[in-house]
């Protein structure tokens, strides 16, 4: 037997990315379907959705590792743990407890080393942002729309992130409700709380901004008046993982940015596209291609 996992079954997407960017890319024989970085992470068995997994096609993989997330997989862990696998479930909830994982899950597979390089440069560019949204001439108030119908927001990663990228979360006694049901905000409190930026991120569905725009007296709030309307792909900024804290973080900077009229340092553009209706303001201060390809960011290991 092998003295750490060689056949990892991952059932979300952070646990993926963290182990390709400690060089582990290999030992994953299983994924969420919902997985998208790195790309070739794309190419392994699919072997569940969040809420219900193939036990079928996990027991043909033959893990001896199979990692989780949150009271919304126990469920599956209960079940994979009565058939006899090791399961662990993470439940990072926040920036630290993300950086926390990352560490853990290094020296759970014999790369504790790497682990707390990746910790390290993840945290030295959380503060390169930090660092770049000083410079703002203000700290817009945020909105993130995690859910539509019923209106959900203020999980805590997403919250402490918008701090960082220079936001100001309208709802922050909300990040200590680690569930949805108890995240639940009225139309009216949003209306009353006046964001002037909406960021949008509807776990798995596209955003509709008429939705948003048509609200009820939702006309005169900054954010709409003013079209501060903006889409974050759930796979940037809802997976509390290595995405989160690189790319999710730089749309919500470059974002925010838009939003204020202020410039955000090239270094720190968002590799991926962001929302369609920001791009004509971003334009004119995107990077170089040549000038992109001398970074290396965390977000580029995989």
Not at 12 to 18: A, C, D, L, R, S
Not at 32 to 56: C, I, M
Not at 89 to 111: D, K, P, W, Y
Not at 204 to 224: E, H, L, M, Y
Request: charged share 25%; aromatic share 6%; proline share 7%.
């Amino acid at each position: 037997m092998s003295r750490f996992p060689t056949r990892i079954v991952c059932l979300t997407e952070e646990t993926t990315e963290t182990l390709y960017l400690l060089g582990a890319g290999d030992r994953v024989v299983g994924v969420s379907g919902y997985t998208a970085r790195p790309p070739e992470a794309r190419s392994k068995p699919k072997v569940s959705a969040f809420l219900n997994a193939r036990f079928d096609k996990i027991a043909a993989l033959e893990p001896d590792l199979i990692l989780a997330f949150s009271d919304l997989q126990a469920d599956i862990a209960n079940e994979l743990i009565r058939r006899g696998y090791t399961v662990v479930t993470f439940n990072q909830r926040s920036i630290a407890e993300i950086l926390q994982m990352i560490r853990m899950l290094g020296g759970m597979v014999g790369l504790a080393d790497r682990a707390e390089a990746l910790a390290t440069e993840l945290e030295s560019g959380l503060q390169r942002v930090r660092e770049s949204a000083a410079t703002f001439p203000r700290q817009p108030r945020v909105f993130f729309e995690e859910w539509d119908e019923p209106l959900i927001s203020g999980i805590r990663w997403v919250e402490e992130l918008v701090e960082i990228a220079g936001g100001v979360p309208i709802f922050p006694a909300l990040r200590t409700a680690a569930l949805g049901k108890d995240r639940i905000v009225t139309q009216d409190a949003v209306r009353e709380a006046s964001p002037d930026v909406i960021l949008a991120s509807w776990c798995g569905k596209k955003v509709r901004k008429a939705t948003i725009t048509d609200r009820a007296g939702w006309q005169a709030v900054p954010a709409v008046a003013h079209g501060h309307i903006f889409e974050v792909k759930s796979t940037y900024i809802l997976q509390p993982g290595p995405a989160a804290l690189t790319e999710g973080l730089r749309q919500v900077h470059w974002l925010l940015g838009v939003a204020v009229g202020a410039p955000v340092d090239p270094q720190l553009a968002p590799d991926e596209r962001v929302d369609p209706d920001a791009v004509s303001l971003l334009h004119s201060r995107r990077p170089s291609a040549s000038s992109r390809a001398q970074e290396s960011p965390t977000s580029g290991h995989g």
